[in-house]
């Protein structure tokens, strides 16, 4: 089975720091997705990345950067967190390049609180 | 972007079939239609996918109208343990990246 790993679970951090969220998949997929999920608003996609160091902005770029130095590591970077970037963010992997249809398979999740 | 449009909120009773429909009337030609369903507390889980044909694997099946403007998830015995919200979805062709909507919350009744 596939398995996409975050690194924490559950992370609180402060106000203007710098915070990084690792994700890492064990299937060698070509894609790797990072989204954040906000209750009424669904899952929404933050950015993607199909190769290594290839990255695409998703629907809600602002405020965050993305590193993929390695095939099976997706970081998310947020430069100075800020309270309105509390939220569950969810990590996912899939098979194939750009606007692949294959599955996307997804990690549990790190819940993040920015007081 | 293609929007899909599910009701907010089903019920069924344990061991009986379950049929969550999705509507998708501004569907391009290359849009595959994907499902996921995603239970409390864990991230969403790839159910199944199709693009014009009905689909079937171990977790369900997927009957696609012919014009492609609908689409049904079918579970063919629901569990208990199939109590998730299910995200019916278009992606990869056009569409490029999987698109997600606000679901319906499956309740299974004992």
């Known amino acids: 089975d596939v398995k996409v790993t975050q690194s924490s679970r559950y992370l609180v951090k402060r106000t203007g720091e710098k915070v990084f969220l690792e994700c890492v998949q064990d299937m060698d997929h070509e894609n790797m997705f990072w989204y954040r999920q906000d209750p009424g608003l669904g899952l929404r996609l933050i950015y993607f990345?199909?190769?290594?160091?290839?990255?695409e902005k998703g629907d809600i770029p602002e405020g965050y950067s993305v590193s993929r130095e390695k095939k099976e590591r997706f970081s998310l970077i947020l430069e100075s967190a800020s309270t309105n970037q509390t939220s569950m963010y969810l990590c996912?992997?899939?098979?194939?390049?750009?606007?692949?249809?294959?599955?996307?398979?997804f990690g549990d999740g790190t819940r993040l609180s920015i007081l | 972007d293609a929007k899909t449009t599910q009701p907010n909120s089903m019920e069924s009773n344990e061991e009986e079939p379950v049929h969550l429909p999705c509507n998708h009337s501004?569907?391009?030609?290359?849009?595959?239609i994907h499902w996921y369903r995603q239970l409390p507390s864990q991230g969403p889980e790839y159910v199944i996918h199709?693009?014009?044909s009905n689909v079937n694997n171990r977790m369900a099946s997927l009957a696609i109208a012919e014009d492609r403007k609908s689409s049904t998830l079918i579970l063919h015995r629901a569990t208990l343990r199939d109590a998730a919200v299910y995200y019916c979805?278009?992606?990869?062709?056009?569409?490029?990246?999987?698109?997600f909507g606000k679901g319906t919350k499956l309740s299974v009744k004992p």
């Open positions: 990345s199909y190769d290594v160091k290839m990255k």
């Open positions: 501004t569907i391009s030609g290359t849009d595959y």
């Open positions: 979805i278009l992606g990869g062709g056009s569409q490029g990246n999987l698109i």
């Open positions: 996912a992997s899939g098979q194939g390049g750009l606007y692949s249809n294959q599955p996307q398979h």
């Open positions: 199709g693009l014009t």
